[in-house]
């Protein structure tokens, strides 16, 4: 059986192409010296790949930044802005990716989204009606000849037309469907220059075909195909998709003249199905993504070889791949030195993850698969199972009840009861909970993480950074403080580190857009509190002063979709676990005094299914309810509040009131405030304060906009249920434009007091 890998990661073991990156962005080094180490690295993952003995390799899945953008470029959709800027074509792209600000000009980048249901972020190409789509780029076929060079067959891959046409954002009046005939020509293009390099396989990746498609949509894609097919000649295409089933275009797919077609057999949850009752022909290869792409577990042989052997049996002409690109998995085991080999041999990342696909695909040619060391050992692997179990969570869990999702009174009590007790102005002033997180304070943390500090000195520093800033907040005028958040290196590290079944590992990076790198920690088992986590850092700052300092917690579901999570329990299971972890912290903070508790949920939407249909059967009728668990046993007069860092939530309106908090806040500054007009068509019931200025930008607003921005919001949302705060947290920002940013906030609530 054949092996075929959608992508690779390509940031670098050691995230060499970031460090490399931002070294130019500050013009330490050349251009060519970047592409020298981009050229490495790619040399690098191409040579593992064939080590492993990989059969289709990808080429072209490496990027600078984004390959969505590189697909744009390729395609020449590159917005006049950029153009005129005169760049070199490398500088062009990154100041679509990252924006220009310098001699030539001031442009602000393209948006920046989420990658489907990733942590993965694409640039959004602009299609104003003055661009022409025509086949403008070289990269792909520069990296199909320089790895043929290398003595590396590869399949070039790009993202295919439906796809990047649907994720297109469409400035002018011309629509996706206008833009067939240029798409069409330009991919034909693609094809034939392809052919003429001497390409066997090209792979068009679709992943949008397993969101919910439209009779429009779907013939859409039929027409794209139909023609840009026609010029394949004797090169073969992989059709490619990921991250779901293509239950609504399944037929369609496999009738059309593809030679491969790529499914993905661990998200798609009806892929089988849907092999099963309608069949796959015989003259397509069927790419089964059969190991994941997106977790670090390793794989079980035996389920795997047991759909390899079903497909087989049908007669169906199989070769082995990952579910999507491994991109979304770390690089290697290889260097993981702090994690011990009980842990490391459940794991498996992206190098280790070919082993697994070459080692399945020799087993499913094996008759004899006992006499195989390989299965052997992963079937010990998953007899022996993993020391990670907690009788009495998963007592605790036994024991919850309907009525502990349920907080009482009802909140338009609980609001009256609040206004008394916390006696706060109309127009209430805060922020989000972090404040600038200045080098001190960065070097104060590693000091200590060090050894060269003790802990009493690290906390002392902390102490005192916690005081000036609750005393510069009470002089400024905020009505609603909070700590800042120094002892904090990341809101879901922070709180794994201090939950047992959290573990963390030293290099396990993965990009998640351009050259930021996130490195998720791993739900290894029964997660618990061990012990109070912020208790101390709350007590002390509330004890400064007299006006309340928020608790600053992080919920659930986001500590769950920003870590790698278990594949023995359901998700449901784990998050479960981790609200009644939190659920404790947050006792804790109000039987110590605290009186308002805020709880972030910044990736509640990241997870949202692609399909609809799907969204509260499969997701939000348990994240809604586990959020509810975390707070649900506090009294009338303690206030709970969320933060949300979007503001497209308009379709889960509904959703976002049911967590029953008490106030949210959450970013609007930037979108034109279609929200709040949603907000009150839905007779939305939690109080909000949508942030008022955009702390992504070192822009200190003025008093006015401010005003301005709050008239708008004071028009869709009632007075006694409208904050007044910034969009997120303030530590990427610098210390002097905070100052007189949150300075003019304040002024701007006291000029509308005056009003109301
Ligand atoms: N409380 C966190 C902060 O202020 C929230 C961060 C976030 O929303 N991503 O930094
Ligand atoms: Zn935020």
């Known amino acids: 059986m054949l092996t075929s890998v959608i992508g690779y990661p390509r940031i670098g073991a050691l995230r060499e192409l970031k460090f490399a990156s931002e070294k130019y962005f500050k013009n330490e080094i050349d251009e060519k010296e970047l592409a020298s180490v981009a050229k490495s690295l790619r040399s690098a993952h191409l040579q593992s790949q064939k080590k492993a003995g990989i059969d289709l390799i ?3 899945d490496f990027s600078y930044y984004d390959i969505l953008l590189d697909t744009a470029v390729l395609c020449g959709i590159v917005p006049k802005r950029y153009k005129e800027l005169g760049l070199s074509d490398i500088d062009t792209y990154f100041a679509m990716a990252r924006g220009y600000q310098g001699e030539k000009g001031d442009v602000k980048a393209l948006a920046m989204k989420k990658w489907f249901n990733t942590n993965y972020h694409y640039i959004v190409p602009e299609l104003d009606d003055d661009i022409k789509i025509s086949l403008s780029g070289t990269k792909i076929f520069d990296e199909f000849i320089e790895a043929k060079n290398e003595g590396v067959e590869t399949k070039p891959v790009v993202v295919g037309p439906y796809t990047l046409l649907s994720l297109c954002r469409y400035t ?22 392809l052919k003429g390099s001497g390409a066997k396989w090209i792979q068009f990746d679709e992943p949008s075909l397993v969101r919910d498609l439209s009779t429009e949509d779907k013939e859409f894609f039929k027409q794209l195909y139909k023609s840009i097919l026609a010029v394949k000649g004797n090169v073969k295409i992989l059709l490619q998709t990921y991250f779901g089933d293509v239950r609504d275009i399944y037929e369609e797919l496999t009738s059309l003249e593809f030679d491969g077609i790529g499914l993905d057999f661990v998200e798609g949850k009806k892929t089988l199905e849907l092999v099963e009752k309608y069949g796959f022909p015989g003259d397509k290869l069927l790419f089964a993504g059969l190991v994941n792409g997106k977790n670090i577990w390793r794989n079980n042989y035996e389920k795997t070889l047991s759909i390899l052997d079903g497909l087989k049996k049908k007669g169906i002409n199989t070769v082995l791949s990952t579910s999507c690109s491994l991109l979304h998995v770390p690089y290697t085991l290889e260097g993981e030195d702090k994690l011990s080999e009980e842990y490391k041999k459940h794991f498996a990342y992206a190098v280790e993850k ?54 009482l009174p009802v909140r338009s009590e609980r609001e009256k009861i609040q206004k008394t007790a916390l006696g706060l102005p109309v127009f209430p002033t805060t922020t989000i909970g972090s404040f600038p997180q200045t080098k001190d304070v960065k070097k104060n943390r590693s000091a200590f993480r060090k050894g060269e500090i003790s802990e009493e000195q690290y906390k002392e520093f902390n102490r005192e950074k916690i005081k000036a800033v609750i005393e510069w907040q009470e002089s400024i005028g905020l009505d609603v403080l909070v700590h800042g958040e120094y002892e904090r290196n990341d809101m879901v590290e922070y709180f794994g580190e201090s939950l047992s079944g959290f573990l963390f590992t030293e290099k396990a990076w993965v990009q998640s857009y351009g050259t930021r790198c996130v490195k998720p920690p791993v739900v290894w088992g029964d997660v618990s509190r061990k012990k109070p986590i912020t208790v101390e850092w709350s007590v002390y700052s509330q004890s400064l002063t007299k006006l309340p300092v928020k608790g600053m917690l992080t919920g659930p579901v986001t500590i769950l979709n920003w870590s790698f999570p278990r594949e023995d329990i359901s998700t449901e299971e784990s998050m479960r676990q981790i609200a009644l972890a939190i659920r404790d912290e947050v006792l804790d903070l109000e039987a110590n005094g605290i009186k308002i508790i805020q709880i972030d949920e910044a990736a509640l939407r990241e997870k949202l299914p692609l399909r609809r249909s799907d969204w509260y059967s499969e ?10 668990l975390v707070h649900s046993g506090v009294k009338a007069e ?13 379709d889960i309106i509904p959703a976002i009131d049911d967590m029953d908090a008490d106030v949210i806040t959450f970013e609007a500054s930037r ?10 068509e839905c007779n939305f019931e939690t109080e909000v304060g949508p942030g008022v200025y955009d702390i992504h930008s070192p822009r200190i607003p003025s008093v006015d ?3 301005t921005a709050l008239e708008k919001m004071r028009g869709k949302i009632e007075d006694q249920k409208l904050w007044v705060n910034p969009d997120c947290g303030l530590k990427t920002r610098g210390e002097e434009e905070t100052r007189q940013s949150l300075i003019n906030l304040v002024e701007a609530a006291r000029i509308i007091r005056k009003e109301a």
């Open 58 to 60: 990808t080429s072209n």
């Open 172 to 193: 002018g009046s011309k629509t996706r469907e206008d833009r067939a005939d240029e798409i069409i020509e330009v991919y034909s293009g693609i094809i034939e220059k």
């Open 354 to 407: 070919l082993e697994e696909l070459k080692e399945l695909a020799l087993l499913a040619d094996t008759a004899d698969r006992n006499s195989s060391e390989a299965f052997k050992k992963n079937e010990a692997l998953f007899a022996e199972g993993r020391d990670c179990a907690d009788v009495s969570v998963q007592e605790r869990l036994k024991q919850i009840k309907e009525s502990d999702y349920v907080r």
């Open 619 to 628: 997701y939000l009728d348990f994240a809604i309810p586990a959020f509810r």
């Open 638 to 650: 303690t206030q709970i509040h969320t933060h949300m860092c979007y503001s497209e939530f308009t």
């Open 671 to 680: 979108s034109d405030l279609l929200i709040l007009d949603t907000l009150k």
């Open 705 to 707: 906009e401010i005003v």
